[in-house]
């Protein structure tokens, strides 16, 4: 069973327009979210987190929204650049568990 | 090197054989991991090493797969008797510690079984 589910395969955005990745979880022990961006034949890079005991974090064009209770977080990109085309992860931790569960991904398309 | 480096990048096989997968960590993390990524899914977690501490082998799919970490560093994932479901892209990260939940990957070894 798919315990971090990102059910976009893909998403496509306008250049200067708002991306909204979205990402369900069914654990309620999680308690530590992050994001990680892959290009092609790269390895993930961690983009954003945030713990449960916020429900926003904010980096430049980023922001990383949670809804405990909905079970569901949500990343912003605003304004999309073509630069961020690329799939992005959602993963969830357990504290300070060391193993991260991941969702299958979203492709973002900015096109300019 | 500034980062996780992983070889090789590619590696095709042939069903039956056994393949060694190396990872390099970032200098000084002590923590290491292994995932696989099959087409189509999320990334899995394979096993996990820390210091020397004995390893998290939880995530191994089978008994076909063993993981080692010499001296505290480089790490060798290897694939015995290999079977058509295990290509898949796999990913070695680390972090400085444990806790470090914001884990740096590697490029990553495309293992192709034929």
């Known amino acids: 069973d798919q315990q971090v589910k990102q059910n976009s395969p893909s998403l496509s955005v306008q250049e200067g327009r708002i991306s909204i990745l979205n990402c369900d979880y069914t654990?309620?022990?999680?308690?530590?979210f992050l994001w990680y961006k892959k290009y092609p034949a790269e390895g993930p890079t961690f983009l954003i987190s945030?713990?449960?005991?916020?429900d926003k974090n904010e980096d430049g064009r980023f922001t990383v929204f949670l809804n405990k209770s909905a079970k569901h977080l949500s990343l912003h990109i605003v304004p999309s650049q073509p630069g961020d085309s690329a799939v992005y992860f959602c993963?969830?931790?357990?504290?300070?568990?060391?193993?991260?569960?991941f969702g299958k991904g979203t492709l973002l398309t900015v096109n300019p | 090197g500034a980062g996780v480096s992983q070889s090789p990048s590619n590696k095709v096989t042939e069903k039956g054989k056994d393949v060694e997968l190396r990872c390099d960590p970032i200098s000084g993390h002590t923590a290491l991991y292994w995932y696989r990524q099959s087409l189509g899914q999320g990334l899995e977690f394979l096993i996990y090493?820390?210091?020397?501490?004995?390893?998290?082998k939880s995530g191994l799919p089978s008994d076909r797969f063993s993981a080692e970490r010499t001296g505290g560093s480089v790490s060798t994932l290897t694939i015995q008797r290999t079977q058509q479901e295990d290509s898949a892209v796999y990913l070695c990260?680390?972090?400085?510690?444990?806790?470090?939940?914001?884990?740096?990957f590697g490029p990553g070894t495309r293992l192709t079984v034929l």
């Open positions: 990260a680390s972090t400085l510690v444990a806790e470090g939940n914001e884990q740096f």
């Open positions: 993963a969830a931790a357990r504290g300070s568990n060391y193993k991260l569960t």
């Open positions: 945030i713990s449960s005991i916020k």
């Open positions: 090493f820390q210091g020397n501490s004995a390893p998290d």
């Open positions: 654990n309620s022990m999680f308690d530590y």
